[in-house]
T-cell receptor, first 116, second 114 residues
Framework: AQKVTQAQTEISVVEKEDVTLDCVYE???????LFWYKQPPSGELVFLIR??????QNEISGRYSWNFQKSTSSFNFTITASQVVDSAVYFC?????????????FGQGTTLQVKP | NAGVTQTPKFRILKIGQSMTLQCTQD?????MYWYRQDPGMGLKLIYY???????DKGEVPNGYNVSRSTTEDFPLRLELAAPSQTSVYFC?????????????FGQGTRLTVV
């Protein structure tokens, strides 16, 4: 069975603090893809990153960085120097090679509140 | 460049009524999906389609039907609305090169069944 767990339901930080959102996944497939999406208060889903199971390199994009560790089945997301505009619900998602359709399994989401 | 367009944005239904949620994409994507998002939860897949004329069930298909007569359109039909179908519905499309290119989501339809 495939599963994505985001154990942190809500996180509250003060602006300029660093914050890490955890994501743990389960899959038996050797080929799979992991995603992070952002859902701001307006409700739409914004794609942030995709990572395949063969690429364990960490990635940095501005204030955002992602740490992919197959040994612990984790794909954590860090925001450096958080800003109020980062306040949103963040979803981690998984799709695997066995489905071959790009169907996404979503975690429950982590609500991040950044206070000024 | 419209991307994925969903209509309506909001709707209130009475128990037992029917309605169709519309979804159109202009990116010539083969793969299209319908998800629902319940409060405080992640999205769950209702139905998906890998091309015109082909549809299949996702994780939570009961109470819904879909059709895919064209590449662009993927409507979701609720036949007998129930309070358990109160949710936010998202349509998505993806290029379909196997899998795992970026999925593009519509703005969502907030449905309340009373």
């Amino acid at each position: 069975a495939q599963k994505v767990t985001q154990a942190q339901t809500e996180i509250s930080v003060v602006e300029k603090e660093d914050v890490t959102l955890d994501c743990v996944y389960e899959t038996r497939d050797t080929t799979y893809y992991l995603f992070w999406y952002k859902q701001p208060p307006s409700g739409e889903l914004v794609f942030l990153i995709r990572r395949n199971s063969f690429d364990e390199q960490n990635e940095i994009s501005g204030r955002y960085s992602w740490n992919f560790q197959k040994s612990t089945s984790s794909f954590n997301f860090t925001i450096t120097a958080s800003q109020v505009v980062d306040s949103a619900v963040y979803f981690c998602a998984l799709t695997s090679g066995s489905s071959n359709t790009g169907k996404l399994i979503f975690g429950q989401g982590t609500t991040l509140q950044v206070k000024p | 460049n419209a991307g994925v367009t969903q209509t309506p944005k909001f709707r209130i239904l009475k128990i037992g009524q029917s309605m169709t949620l519309q979804c159109t994409q202009d990116m010539n994507h083969n793969y299209m999906y319908w998800y629902r998002q319940d409060p405080g939860m992640g999205l769950k897949l209702i139905y998906y389609s890998v091309g015109a004329g082909i549809t299949d069930k996702g994780e939570v298909p009961n109470g819904y039907n879909v059709s895919r007569s064209t590449t662009e359109d993927f409507p979701l039909r609720l036949e007998l609305a129930a309070p358990s179908q109160t949710s936010v519905y998202f349509c998505a499309s993806e290029g379909g090169q196997g899998f795992a290119t970026e999925a593009f989501f519509g703005q969502g339809t907030r449905l309340t069944v009373v």
